[in-house]
């Protein structure tokens, strides 16, 4: 899959360089590099957004022809009242997918935690689904769906771990595991 990864902050490259190595063609765009947006976005089948919150409504307001009809990844949250998520500034048509949002990038990096594989947890409509699981899997996470328009309590679980990194010592490298 060609995957447009938008920010090369710690989340952006993270992620961008677990794909790579499960065999996706990645490339980066980034505001730092004159036109690198709009060319990583020509040829992206999916569209990993990992740039500050606040940033979000300009990019995709700017982009909004490239990227409908594409699988966008919301990895953002943006802080200052209002959703976490970016939902809304994305244009009827973009196929929205809320994932990567809810850990701290060195989860990435590492996902395995004593021997077992740490769960991500992720909204999307069932035609996103299955993109949306492939990515996952292959950043080496174990995708579990809450279903389609949960973008709110997803964002709930990244207050938990926020606040669990914070208030316990335990350090970033903190994620969780669903038993069903």
Not at 119 to 133: G, I, N, P, Q, V
Request: net charge negative; proline share 3%.
């Amino acid at each position: 899959m060609n995957i447009a990864v938008i920010g090369t902050g710690n989340v952006g490259r993270t992620l961008g360089e677990a794909l790579s190595s499960a065999g996706h063609t990645v490339t980066y765009g980034s505001r730092g590099q004159e036109g690198s947006v709009a060319a990583s976005l020509a040829t992206a089948d999916a569209v990993i957004v990992a740039i500050p919150g606040d940033a979000v409504p300009s990019f995709a307001g700017e982009h909004a022809d490239a990227l409908t009809g594409k699988v966008v990844v919301d990895a953002t949250n943006t802080f200052g009242g209002g959703p976490l998520h970016s939902a809304a500034a994305f244009a009827p048509g973009t196929r929205y997918v809320r994932a990567f949002n809810a850990l701290g990038w060195e989860n990435f990096e590492n996902p395995v935690f004593d021997g077992g594989v740490a769960d991500l947890l992720f909204s999307c409509e069932e035609s996103e689904r299955k993109t949306a699981e492939t990515l996952i899997r292959d950043v080496g996470l174990n995708p579990v769906h809450l279903g389609a328009g949960q973008y709110d309590v997803l964002d709930g679980l990244f207050f938990l771990w926020f606040a669990l990194v914070n208030s316990q010592g335990r350090g970033r490298h903190l994620a969780v595991k669903v038993l069903l």
